[in-house]
């Protein structure tokens, strides 16, 4: 996809947001948890270090030069296991210490912290979408203090994704620790020229929602900021955090905790600076990318007749599942899909009214 043209025009930097984010609560009735907007940069200094290339469509050229310039230094100046933290996706697991800790506004603070931090604090952050129950940080406690029956314990836990990448940094927590730190210090010479830019378009998105705040329900709230994620309140979940994110475009990030669920969701086209009167919008191409593909036609038929869990779908169209969990991604991030989390189930649905708006959009980016 080619870039689009963004004006590179210097600018003072914002003046400081306050240390709490703002909050929408709605613990009244049977919702009892509260919506929090956090508007920090610091969760793109981690994302945008991702290792899947579809995550950098959205960008700029120069940015995405400048993130495989990032990966080019890091795996030559590090060794193989410190790579393999961004390849997994343990480094996006990171971006979890910083849901607690407000006052970590830019990422030289966040990078400082982290290594600063008691190695409990740091790894139970980490852990915590790996194994969302307090029960089991007991274990992490014991693992990081050398007890290996502790960490294998852990992984055989019911309430515990043992797949998941983070448990593998418990093998050698100080050591890990500071193959994180390190991958973060080089990536932090080449983020911060870009980080003032970052924080203008994340505020951009977060003004341009205030309406969405005002007036919308929780789910619904959800829903339409994340372009298309509808999540059901779960037992225990008190607070949900909604943060912006550029490097995310076009889809969403999601981080949970034991009493918390993070959406680090794609900010809005019109959050972005645009000097070509010629670019079409990003939502109206992805639009249009995503109906131009067989499978991902066969997929929203399907969903025409009813919604469907994610085997459902790979069975009916004998795919394996990530194939069609990154069709999924496309289509959602399309504006044609729904995905519903409630719990542990998830399924997806048509998104409906996202067909109406399909020739809508076009229509207008034609002939405005």
Request: hydrophobic share 45%.
């Amino acid at each position: 996809m080619a870039a689009r043209p963004a004006t590179r025009r210097p600018a003072p930097p914002p003046p400081p947001a306050p240390v709490r984010p703002a909050v929408r609560d709605f613990s009244s009735g049977g919702s009892a948890f509260r919506i929090e907007w956090d508007v920090r940069p610091v969760y793109d200094f981690v994302f945008s270090l991702t290792s899947d290339e579809t995550w950098t469509h959205d960008i700029t050229a120069d940015e995405r030069a400048l993130i495989v310039a990032g990966r080019e230094r890091i795996a030559a100046e590090t060794d193989a296991e410190a790579v393999r933290i961004i390849e997994d996706e343990c480094g996006v697991h990171v971006a979890s210490f910083a849901v607690e800790r407000p006052e970590l506004r830019t990422a030289a603070e966040f990078v400082d912290a982290i290594e600063a931090a008691p190695l409990p604090d740091l790894y139970r952050a980490i852990i915590s979408d790996a194994t969302r129950h307090q029960s089991n940080m007991h274990l992490v406690d014991r693992a990081i203090a050398g007890d290996a029956g502790a960490l294998e314990e852990l992984r055989g836990g019911a309430d515990v994704d043992a797949k998941a990448a983070p448990l593998r940094l418990l093998e050698d927590p100080i050591r890990s620790r500071d193959r994180i730190v390190q991958v973060l210090r080089i990536w932090l010479e080449l983020y911060q020229p870009i980080e003032t830019r970052v924080a203008e378009i994340l505020d951009r998105d977060y003004a341009l929602r205030a309406e969405d705040r005002a007036t919308l329900a929780p789910v619904e709230l959800i829903e339409r900021t994340t372009g298309g994620v509808r999540w059901l309140p779960e037992a225990g979940v008190r607070r949900v955090v909604m943060a912006p994110s550029y490097f995310s475009r076009p889809y969403n990030f999601l981080l949970a905790g034991a009493s918390w669920r993070y959406f680090g969701y794609p900010v809005a086209d019109d959050a972005l600076e645009v000097s070509d009167p010629l670019a079409a919008p990003q939502h109206v191409v992805r639009l249009h990318r995503a109906l131009g593909d067989e499978t991902r036609m066969r997929i929203l038929k399907l969903l025409a007749a009813r919604d469907l869990y994610l085997t459902e779908i790979a069975q009916q169209l004998d795919l394996s599942k990530p194939t069609i969990k990154h069709h999924l991604a496309l289509l959602r991030a399309a504006g044609l899909v729904t995905v519903t989390e409630a719990g542990a189930v998830i399924y997806y649905s048509l998104r409906r009214n996202g067909l109406d708006e399909a020739a809508t959009d076009l229509k207008r980016f034609l002939l405005a």
